[in-house]
């Protein structure tokens, strides 16, 4: 099946430093990302979505400048944390499909535990 | 938009008994609604899922049913075991298309004691 690689797993920064986080689709061509935020023992909130080749579109509430998506290529798509705050320590989930398929498809990665020191 | 309620937020049973979790939607344009299991540091996984032109569908130990008048779903889990240990959550979607939004429950943490 689909297989979404997301990196790093974990992750360790000091406050006002940047984080960036990868994720790829291996063995299809992902159009469209979606970026998830989730809380210790909450649900997955989505934040963004970003598509190929075009500006992410951001939820309600998310700051753009805060959380800047890139998603140059078919298979990578990134979210940078800028100028990290320990409010921002979270975990972060991607998740995309293979072209044509609809919710049934969508894959997510294994996450990426920031936490801000 | 969308809202999906989940209940209950914790559930703990005996190992072989029954678990059963149920989820409420809002936006009756909804059709699609998955399932997702969640251990810990990991992502969702999807175990199930039904469209809203079936009333009940059934993998192995576990079966979903949809009740598409009162907007309600339910997930059980027969027989369980210490490995269904984890958080599940319900989801549900506007349509089957790529690129239709999931909209989460708050999730349920199973623990299934041995």
């Known amino acids: 099946g689909a297989v979404v690689s997301q990196h790093p797993s974990r992750v360790i920064c000091k406050s006002g430093t940047s984080v960036k986080i990868e994720c790829r689709s291996l063995d299809f061509q992902a159009t469209t990302m979606f970026w998830y935020r989730q809380f210790p023992k909450k649900s997955l909130m989505l934040m963004a979505t970003s598509n190929e080749g075009s500006k992410a579109t951001y939820e309600q509430g998310v700051e753009k400048d805060k959380f800047l998506i890139n998603h140059a290529s078919l298979t990578l798509s990134t979210l940078t944390v800028t100028s990290a705050h320990p409010e921002d320590s979270s975990f972060y989930i991607c998740?995309?499909?293979?072209?044509?398929?609809?919710?049934?498809?969508?894959?997510f990665g294994s996450g990426t535990r920031l936490t801000v020191v | 938009g969308e809202n999906v309620e989940q209940h209950p937020s914790t559930l703990s049973v005996q190992e072989g008994d029954s678990a059963v979790i149920k989820c409420t939607y809002s936006?009756?344009?909804?059709?699609?609604f998955p399932w997702y299991k969640q251990e810990l540091g990991k992502g969702p996984q999807l175990i199930i899922d039904?469209?809203?032109?079936?009333g009940e569908k059934k993998d192995q130990r576990i079966a979903v049913t949809l009740n598409k008048t009162a907007k309600h779903f339910s997930l059980h889990i027969t027989e369980t075991q210490p490995e269904d240990s984890a958080v599940y959550f319900c989801a549900a979607s506007a349509g089957p298309f790529a690129g239709n939004m999931l909209t989460f429950g708050g999730g349920t943490r199973l623990m299934v004691k041995p």
């Open positions: 039904i469209r809203s032109n079936v």
């Open positions: 936006d009756s344009a909804s059709n699609y």
């Open positions: 998740s995309t499909y293979p072209p044509g398929q609809g919710p049934k498809g969508y894959t």
